[in-house]
């Protein structure tokens, strides 16, 4: 399997290196990391929705102030 290259122009890798001199780390290692957290979020982002059960619980009227708190006469 071969690896991907990218290509950057050299203002983008001075502002990388910028960063990865920030970030206590080399540009290869913040880019790879980057785009590893990409990929997860792109898997995580996809997944569907648990579906939420739904319940019948009958006609309860709506509820008034009263019925919650007893400040209300």
């Given at each position: 399997?071969?690896?991907?290259?990218?290509?950057?122009?050299?203002?983008?890798?001075?502002?990388?290196?910028?960063i990865a001199?920030?970030?206590?780390?080399?540009?290869?290692?913040?880019?790879?990391?980057?785009?590893?957290?990409?990929?997860?979020?792109?898997?995580?982002?996809h997944?569907?929705?648990?579906?939420?059960?739904?319940?019948?619980?009958?006609?309860?009227?709506?509820?008034?102030?009263?019925?919650?708190?007893?400040?209300?006469?």
């Amino acid at each position: 399997m071969k690896g991907v290259e990218v290509h950057f122009t050299p203002e983008q890798e001075a502002q990388l290196a910028q960063i990865a001199t920030k970030a206590g780390t080399d540009p290869e290692h913040l880019v790879k990391s980057a785009v590893l957290r990409l990929l997860d979020d792109e898997i995580h982002s996809h997944s569907p929705a648990p579906e939420l059960p739904v319940w019948h619980l009958g006609a309860i009227g709506s509820l008034h102030r009263r019925d919650i708190y007893n400040d209300v006469r």
